[in-house]
């Protein structure tokens, strides 16, 4: 059975960093990108961005709204996908997802995780 | 950045009846890479069509999908009471990825 579980979670204060992790199972990790969407409380879905998978270079995109602060990496030994957030801001709180790729450069969003919340407050 | 509009923000509709989201895209969405999802109260969303036309893994018949270049249809033919809930269109055929704002089913 496929599973992405996110954890990491919790509350951060502006200005300060937080690394989520997804921790895949039931596929072969290494074959597939990795993303991150995010869902402010009583909001739309927002994607952060993504990583590809080795045979692609691993590289990755952003969102706008995170470039510079967020990064995207991946531990293939350990199948799990991270989300660094560094540079915090209140506007960051909201429910992190993590998905797996159609394939391994990008795509559509198969599978998905519960989701852990960030809250971004002082 | 391909700009997504879904209308009508809400659809109120009874069982048994067909429902019609529309996903509108600022530019042509690449190879009609668009997809839908649905999502239900704290649950995360469900991937139910990708390119624009085919179903997910276990989606029922009720639910298809239409359209290529900047106009996109979801039907559902007949709610069932579980298609109650928030649907999402999405183009990933160009980056940045982008999600539109929603359509809500909700029963009338």
């Known amino acids: 059975e496929v599973q992405v579980v996110e954890s990491g979670g919790g509350l951060v204060q502006p200005g300060r960093s937080l690394r989520l992790s997804c921790t895949a199972s039931?596929?072969?990790?290494?074959?597939?990108?990795m993303s991150w969407v995010r869902q402010a409380p009583g909001k739309g879905l927002e994607w952060v961005g993504f990583i590809r998978s080795k045979a692609y270079g691993g590289t990755t995109e952003y969102a706008a709204s995170v470039k510079g602060r967020f990064t995207i990496s991946r531990d293939e030994s350990k199948s799990i996908a991270y989300l660094q957030m560094n540079s915090l801001k209140t506007e960051d709180t909201a429910v992190y997802y993590c998905?797996?790729?159609?394939?391994?450069?990008?795509?559509?969003?198969?599978?998905w995780g519960q989701g852990t919340l960030v809250t971004v407050s002082s | 950045e391909i700009v997504l509009t879904q209308s009508p923000g809400t659809l109120s509709l009874s069982p048994g009846e067909r429902a019609t989201l529309s996903c509108r895209a600022s530019q042509s969405v690449s190879s009609n890479s668009l997809a839908w999802y649905q999502q239900k109260p704290g649950q995360a969303p469900r991937l139910l069509m990708y390119?624009?036309?085919s179903r997910a893994t276990g989606i029922p018949d009720r639910f298809s999908g239409s359209g290529s270049g900047t106009d996109f249809t979801l039907t559902i033919s007949r709610l069932e009471p579980e298609d109650f809930a928030v649907y999402y269109c999405?183009?990933?055929?160009?980056?940045?990825?982008?999600f539109g704002p929603g359509t809500k089913v909700d029963i009338k």
């Open positions: 999405q183009q990933y055929g160009s980056s940045p990825e982008t």
């Open positions: 998905t797996r790729g159609m394939d391994g450069y990008t795509g559509y969003d198969d599978f």
């Open positions: 039931g596929f072969k990790f290494g074959d597939y990108a």
């Open positions: 390119g624009a036309s």
